[in-house]
């Protein structure tokens, strides 16, 4: 706990000395230092780099997680190989109360759809600074807390986060919700860690009377949290919901006392490619990692950022929201053009359409093609509610001046479970 201490501590200091310029100064430093050590010892790097001014980091050729899977031996800079990798992380995941390590390294799989699930390795050092600087960035006052943290595996990380004054529970995501949540209302945690999936499923079980225990925070963790979820979870349970938005890339964004989602700039360098109507794909330079470098790492993700600085004093860049995978985007023609058309709007349309839509999928087959699948409450007219659906898809294509398309409205029960990350709307 000693060492987490100074990463502790150290974070705290970043957090409130680096303002704009000073994030940028230290970036730099930080880069100047990383980017040559990362050339000499990752070959995959070195090669990907080659004939390019390493002092123009902010430049450098993107990798994606395609390249990094594919030459993952290359890409770390200790040579271990992905099928040793994966076979130890996958054996955690199924034994369940393994503690995966291969040497002193920690190695987990991101929680992606299977087959795209990304490797990570954390050194004891690179460990002990995400400990410090999670623990630093999210528990806003020091004193006695109880977390529970809903995980799919439990993962020597987090077990590293229990101490003195911070007690740590883990819960299996696996497990059948109902007696998890006679624990909770025993153990009485203050802060409750979870995706948002079963944050819902614990909104739902506080409704019907069989959650009692009332957590003074939660934190929607490992998929995004919808602005419709977050406002029925808030309402309910009194409090804001923050969000931590980590991935194999690296820790990136954690919700702040004031509740904005900070990117978190003294870890990771941030830069966005712009996809028109306000959204940005991040690319992700992590400033610490030496085992697992990324640098220029292009996420799959669709980001809106807020214009506001915000009100706690930070100087970290605020994500307004996660909206969901860049692959998903979809498309129509309008004018004879090509038109992007965003997860997020699209979801929107289906969200205002009816109050008795209670899960929805969008899939877009191929362009101009729209299948919706709904789940609504029983006592719903399907007739109406079909109709209040293509009425609302129109009126948003409209806006887009795309009128030639292709709906189909299906209606059936569907489940996303906790495990997976809810994919409502796929580009296929
Ligand atoms: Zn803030």
Redesign the pocket.
């Known amino acids: 706990m000693l060492i987490t201490g100074a990463y502790f501590g150290r974070a705290r200091w970043r957090w409130q000395w680096l303002n704009r310029q000073r994030l940028r100064d230290f970036q730099a430093a930080k880069a100047q230092q990383l980017i040559p050590w990362v050339a000499q010892h990752s070959a995959f790097y070195r090669q990907h780099w080659q004939g390019h001014d390493l002092r123009d980091w902010r430049n450098l050729p993107m990798v994606d997680k395609r390249l990094m899977m594919a030459n993952f031996r290359e890409f770390n800079t200790l040579e271990v190989p992905a099928a040793a990798a994966f076979d130890l992380a996958q054996q955690a995941e199924q034994e369940r109360d393994f503690v995966p390590r291969l040497g002193d390294l920690t190695v987990g799989l991101s929680s992606g759809t299977s087959g795209h699930r990304g490797l990570f390795l954390l050194s004891p050092a690179e460990q002990l600074l995400w400990v410090g600087t999670i623990l630093a960035r999210t528990l806003h006052h020091i004193k006695p807390t109880k977390i529970a943290f809903f995980l799919r595996a439990n993962s020597n990380l987090y077990q590293q986060l229990g101490g003195r004054l911070i007690q740590f529970r883990y819960f299996d995501l696996t497990q059948a919700l109902e007696p998890q949540l006679a624990m909770l209302n025993t153990y009485q945690p203050t802060i409750i860690v979870a995706p948002p999936g079963l944050l819902l499923q614990l909104l739902a079980a506080a409704q019907n009377g069989k959650l009692t225990h009332r957590p003074e925070r939660m934190i929607s963790v490992a998929d995004a949290l919808a602005p419709d979820e977050q406002t029925q979870l808030s309402t309910f349970f009194g409090i804001p919901i923050e969000q931590i938005y980590q991935a194999t890339e690296g820790l990136l964004a954690i919700s ?3 509740g ?1 989602l ?1 990117i978190q700039e003294d870890l990771v360098a941030l830069d966005f490619e712009d996809l028109g109507q306000g959204r940005v794909t991040p690319y992700v330079t992590d400033l610490w990692r030496r085992t697992q470098p990324i640098i220029r790492y292009r996420l799959n993700d669709v980001l809106r950022l807020s214009s506001q600085a ?3 004093g ?1 100087s970290f860049k ?1 994500i307004e929201q996660i909206e969901g995978r860049r692959d998903d985007i979809c498309y129509f023609t309008a004018h004879g053009q090509r038109q992007a058309m965003f997860p997020d709007s699209l979801r929107r349309a289906i969200l205002l359409a009816h109050p008795a839509i209670q899960e929805y999928q969008i899939i877009q087959p191929a362009d101009d093609q729209l299948q919706v699948r709904l789940t609504i409450t029983d006592t719903a007219d399907a007739t109406l509610v079909s109709t209040a659906v293509e009425q609302q898809i129109q009126r948003q294509l409209a806006e887009y001046g795309c009128s030639a398309y292709h709906l189909s409205i299906h209606f059936a029960a569907i489940d996303y479970g906790t495990l997976n990350k809810r994919r409502r709307v796929i580009r296929q």
């Open positions: 702040c006392a004031h904005s900070h915000c009100s706690c930070s605020v």
